[in-house]
């Protein structure tokens, strides 16, 4: 099975609550929004530029054949929800095959959620809606209905990258829904595209963290590898 891909790659979840596991990432190629301001740039911008054939059997599973089995696929972007249909076909070739990994999705919450992609069990999305220190305008990237279902699945959480304490008020108005119903899925990061960016923000987010009684993730993967990519 043919799949287009900006890149795979073994690693471990870095973010979130299952920051630690290691799994197969799948990044897809595009993406509906673009992050970039004076506070934090994405840091997929290059790989997104890139798209490549790869087979699914010969190119990625095999390349990971030291695992005896794939316990955990992340797919992520650019936007994944842009590609469901090749995320239901990819997870239903793998469990022809008898792999049944555990599933999750990085989405910025803007797309909703294909009927038939409640064939696939069980997904945890990873949504991270976008504020506007991202650069984009609320109508481009807050999409109430989409970031409510979200919130409606089982397993589900949302990261929101906090720049500054002026993030409070957007976060409190916005999403108040949010915090009203599903306090417990919501997760803050630091913005910062380097691991020194990531240290210097993260104790002011911790403190915004605690003020709000949420949960505080670093990016663990910037934390141990900083810029390096493929990783």
Known sequence: MNVKLAEHFYSIQ????????????????????HCESDQWV???????KKSYDFDLEKDIIQDFSKLKEIERIVFTGGETMLYQKQIYDIMKFLNERDMYPYVEIETNGTQLIKSFMDEIWPIQYNCSP????????????????????IAEEPESCFKFVIASQQDKKELLTDFDWLFKDHKDKIWLMPAGYSRNQQWIAAPEVAKLAMELNVKLSLRMQVMLWDTKKGI
């Not at 994405?42 to 997104?48: V, Y």
């Not at 976008?130 to 279902?149: D, I």
């Open 14 to 33: 870095g973010e979130g609550p299952t920051a630690g596991h290691p799994a197969l990432f799948m990044r897809f190629q595009k993406c509906n929004l």
């Open 42 to 48: 994405c840091d997929t911008q290059e790989q997104m």
């Open 130 to 149: 976008k504020l506007s220190n991202s650069g984009n305008s609320k109508e481009k990237r807050y999409k109430l209905e989409a970031l409510k279902m």
